[in-house]
């Protein structure tokens, strides 16, 4: 009976074990990545999403990936490679994704050569997402014939600011003014210190969903009019229950 207690206990530890995640690379290696799209979920845990706001729109963006066959990419901090009740309190688990990283505060140094489109959920968007915002536009070429369109997925996206919580087209105009203006700083977060993104004549574009809400010029110093920027990146806020339609639209262009 004793040898039998000892037995199951074992596997049991083990099964615990077997559920952290297993990481491909950390937040300091470059990683290259060729595909035109993406699914980012970044730090999606009830560790800070203590009440779980954006649990459902994280799993709808995940099954959303798989069905689509689109690449897709988690980012865990370092707890949740050793400890499975850290990784436990992840909304995805490794079997969900493609990709599995570590990244202490959302910061990443993926190059996206051939990037189009990348949907992005997780938090906190005012801290670590904002990181990984900044980090995507570092790492992504923008070419002058199409833009980078960036989905923020609200209802898969948390912050501790609740007027953040979720982003919507009444908050986003604040949101970019604070966080992404000027060279995307990230003000409340910089773990490492990280330089501005330096962008050469390109414009940021703003929709809730499909409806264009406002246009700034991320390189306002360079003299170039607005309408006469050659490059665009675009930040749209969509639903999780809009991704489908989405999709199609994106592979009808």
Not at 110 to 130: E, H, K, M, P, S
Not at 150 to 164: E, G, K, N
Not at 179 to 188: R, T, V
């Amino acid at each position: 009976m004793f040898k039998i207690t000892i037995v199951s206990l074992l596997l049991f530890t083990s099964n615990l074990y077997a559920q952290v995640f297993l990481p491909e690379f950390q937040d300091n290696e470059v990683k290259i990545l060729y595909e035109h799209n993406y699914v980012i979920i970044s730090h999606a845990t009830r560790k800070w999403d203590e009440d779980d706001s954006s649990r459902a729109g994280v799993q709808a963006l995940a099954r959303f990936a798989n069905l689509f066959r689109i690449t897709s990419l988690a980012a865990v901090h370092e707890g949740a490679t050793t400890d499975p009740r850290e990784a436990g309190d992840y909304f995805v688990s490794q079997k969900d994704v493609n990709h599995v990283y570590v990244s202490g505060a959302g910061q990443h140094k993926i190059r996206y050569v051939q990037a189009r489109n990348i949907f992005i959920a997780g938090g906190n968007l005012t801290l670590c997402l904002c990181e990984t915002i900044r980090d995507i536009v570092r790492g992504a070429r923008i070419p002058r014939q199409r833009p980078l369109n960036l989905y923020l997925v609200q209802d898969a996206i948390y912050d501790w600011d609740s007027s953040f919580d979720p982003i919507t087209a009444n908050t986003v105009d604040r949101f970019v003014a604070s966080y992404i203006l000027p060279d995307f700083l990230c003000p409340d977060q910089n773990w490492y210190n990280f330089p501005p993104v330096r962008l050469n004549k390109v414009k940021l574009a703003i929709y809730n969903e499909n409806r264009l809400l406002k246009t700034y010029d991320l390189t306002p110093n360079d003299q170039v009019p607005l309408n006469q920027l050659s490059k665009t990146i675009n930040i749209k806020i969509i639903s999780s229950k809009n991704l489908q339609r989405a999709y199609a639209e994106l592979i009808r262009k």
